[in-house]
C-alpha cells in the first residue's frame, strides 16, 4: 500500500520559517516527480512547487517562488519543503502529492498525503 506522509507543520509567526517532510512508503518515487500543495480555509487546493524524478529540475508556483525551497532524498524516499519568510496568507493545510512532472503543476498527482498544517500568525 503506498502512503504518504507529510510531517513539520506547526505555527510560526510572519516572518519565520518551516520545513515540511514527506516520507513515502510502499513503493519508489525516485523516477516520479513529487510535490507540494496547499489548501487554505474556503480556497481551493493550489499547486505549490514541484521536484522532478530523475532529473531534479523544480517549478514553483509565483506566490512562494524565491521563499520556499523544494528537495528531495531518493536514497530515504523523501521529498522535503523549506519554507522561509513566512506570511498569514501561507496558512494552509500542506498536502505531499507524487505524480507526473507537467501534471502536477496543473494540480493533478497520482498519490497524496493526508495533509499537515501550517500556521502563520502576524
Known amino acids: 500500500q503506498v502512503q504518504l506522509a507529510e510531517s513539520g507543520g506547526g505555527s510560526v509567526q510572519a516572518g519565520g520559517s518551516l520545513r515540511l517532510s514527506c516520507a513515502a512508503s510502499?513503493?519508489?518515487?525516485?523516477?516520479?516527480?513529487m510535490g507540494w500543495f496547499r489548501q487554505a480555509p474556503g480556497k481551493e487546493r493550489e499547486f505549490v512547487a514541484v521536484?522532478?524524478?530523475?532529473?531534479?529540475?523544480?517549478y514553483y508556483a509565483d506566490s512562494v517562488k524565491g521563499r520556499f525551497t523544494i528537495s528531495r532524498d531518493s536514497a530515504k524516499n523523501t521529498v522535503y519543503l523549506q519554507m522561509n519568510n513566512l506570511n498569514p496568507e501561507d496558512t494552509a493545510v500542506y498536502y505531499c502529492?507524487?505524480?507526473?512532472?507537467?501534471?502536477?503543476?496543473?494540480?493533478?498527482?497520482?498519490?497524496w498525503g493526508q495533509g499537515t498544517q501550517v500556521t502563520v500568525s502576524s
Open positions: 521536484i522532478g524524478g530523475s532529473i531534479t529540475n523544480t
Open positions: 502529492a507524487a505524480g507526473g512532472y507537467a501534471t502536477m503543476t496543473q494540480g493533478r498527482g497520482d498519490y
Open positions: 510502499g513503493r519508489t518515487f525516485s523516477n516520479r516527480a
